[in-house]
């Protein structure tokens, strides 16, 4: 896809607007590391740790959710937060705001844990093969870069929410009472340490190339040459 869309994009927005968007991306990608706090690797282990106990796995699942949307609430107040002190891209900034949402309805982890790989293909294909027939439709020229943040925003968002709704054969009712959320915090923030030394040099040097950059054109040519 990437193959497919790079040079489409980088022609019709333009380098400046694809810099744009590669710029304010690495800023909510802080963000949402923190949403998850290291759910996808912890969440994985202890998924698989008991995916032969149906009882057992809905349990863990519905705890770390939890756990999840509670991170994901309170990094989410942060970004509005921050927002309030943008006087700059405010409108960009909160279309990205459904990207922190995605990460609480982002269980590839569960589906990781139980090996269940053909579900996570299969919507995935369908949504990308959506994704980029929109951008292919809605996206014309440099005016649409508010279209292109939505589009981009939205994949993720409904790949991740359908995961979610095929996700109910897999488990099963438990009570609030058998539910204990205390526990897995500690384990996550460990899952979440490696985590940052990670982002640091996948995303870090494009929040700073904009940072020390009026103009996000530079941006936008590192983007297209990564």
Not at 38 to 50: P, V
Not at 124 to 132: A, D, P
Not at 207 to 225: C, I, P, R, S, V
Request: glycine letters at 4%; charged letters at 20%; proline letters at 1%.
């Amino acid at each position: 896809i990437p193959v497919i869309c790079a040079p489409f994009i980088g022609r019709r927005l333009g380098v400046e607007n694809v810099g744009i968007h590669s710029f304010l991306n690495s800023i909510v990608a802080f963000f949402t590391l923190f949403a998850s706090l290291g759910t996808s690797s912890y969440g994985m282990r202890e998924i698989a740790r008991t995916r032969d106990d149906k009882h057992k796995r809905s349990i863990i699942f519905w705890e770390i959710e939890i756990v999840s949307v509670i991170t994901s609430l309170v990094t989410l107040s942060a970004w509005f937060v921050m927002l309030f002190f943008t006087d700059k891209y405010t409108a960009l900034f909160l279309v990205l705001s459904i990207n922190i949402i995605s990460v609480a309805v982002d269980i590839n982890w569960f589906f990781n844990g139980l090996e269940e790989f053909l579900n996570v293909t299969i919507i995935n294909f369908i949504v990308r093969i959506f994704s980029v027939v929109s951008l292919y439709i809605f996206v014309r020229d440099k005016s649409d870069l508010f279209i292109y943040f939505i589009i981009m925003s939205l994949t993720e968002l409904i790949c991740n929410g359908m995961l979610f709704v095929s996700a109910y054969k897999f488990l099963e009712h438990v009570k609030i009472s058998e539910l204990s959320i205390k526990r897995h915090f500690k384990e996550m923030f460990i899952y979440f340490v490696p985590s940052i030394a990670t982002s640091m040099y996948a995303v870090l040097d494009k929040t700073f190339l904009g940072l020390f950059n009026e103009n996000k054109t530079e941006n936008g040519y590192y983007e297209q040459a990564e």
